[in-house]
């Protein structure tokens, strides 16, 4: 159990419970997934028809799908670190920020990537789109190191589910920063890789049950 502080301000400095700091990350990634429609644009040219739109489209269809995965799994990997959390303090509010600000700033890429899919211009997009996506993992990481070693969790979660975590978010950085550098081979394939390291999380952060039910 982590004891209260008098001090008002640093870096152990406790901020309450866990509450209040997931209300605003959902009410963020909810924006940000949100502004990943409005890059989606099916405008049919005069005389064109509407499935020819729909087909000029494709990029953009398929970078909001695989951006909106990749969202996704954050805020639902987010929900289930978050209720082991007991305790905020002002370093993890800061470490939340930096993963709120990598996913806010992922609708960017995503646009770049869209309309860029070929040629220097792709490559760029898709380092910058598989860059956002290394600072989530960073993020995570982060967060859930803070969590683990300074106290922040709710008692009685087993070594084995830690273990666990702490090397499927390790392996979750270092595979996208593996993403990220494809895109200098190609940039479908960063893309590609992204997708599947997130589905690797479509489950949370382990298949292990955290904390030991009695009897």
């Known amino acids: 159990m982590t004891q ?3 001090r008002w301000w640093g870096g152990s400095a406790l901020r309450g419970d866990s509450a209040r700091l997931e209300a ?3 009410g963020v990634l909810a924006i940000a997934v949100t502004l990943l429609i409005l890059d989606v644009r099916v405008e049919p ?4 028809s509407l499935a020819h739109a729909l087909h000029s489209s494709l990029p953009q269809i398929g970078a909001y799908a695989a951006s909106f995965l990749q969202i996704g799994i954050i805020w639902a990997n987010h929900h289930a670190l978050f209720r082991l959390v007991e305790q905020v303090d002002q370093i993890l509010l800061l470490e939340n920020l930096l993963l709120l600000a990598s996913v806010s700033f992922l609708p960017l890429p995503t646009g ?13 997009a898709a380092l910058l789109y598989g860059a956002t ?7 995570f990481n982060l967060i859930w190191r803070r969590v683990t070693r300074h106290g922040l969790m709710v008692s009685g979660v087993s070594p084995e589910f830690v273990r666990d975590v702490d090397v499927r978010y390790l392996a979750g950085l270092v ?6 550098v494809l895109a200098l081979v190609a940039p479908a ?9 997130a589905l690797m999380f479509v489950l949370g952060p382990s298949p292990r ?6 009897g």
């Open 112 to 124: 770049l990537v869209a309309e860029h899919t070929t040629g220097a211009d792709g490559r760029t």
């Open 45 to 48: 040219a005069e005389g064109e």
């Open 133 to 139: 996506l290394t600072v989530s993992a960073v993020a």
């Open 4 to 6: 209260p502080t008098s």
């Open 24 to 26: 605003f990350s959902d």
């Open 175 to 180: 595979g996208y920063t593996v993403a990220t």
């Open 209 to 214: 049950q955290a904390i030991a039910q009695p």
């Open 189 to 197: 394939l960063t893309i590609i890789v992204a997708s599947l390291l």
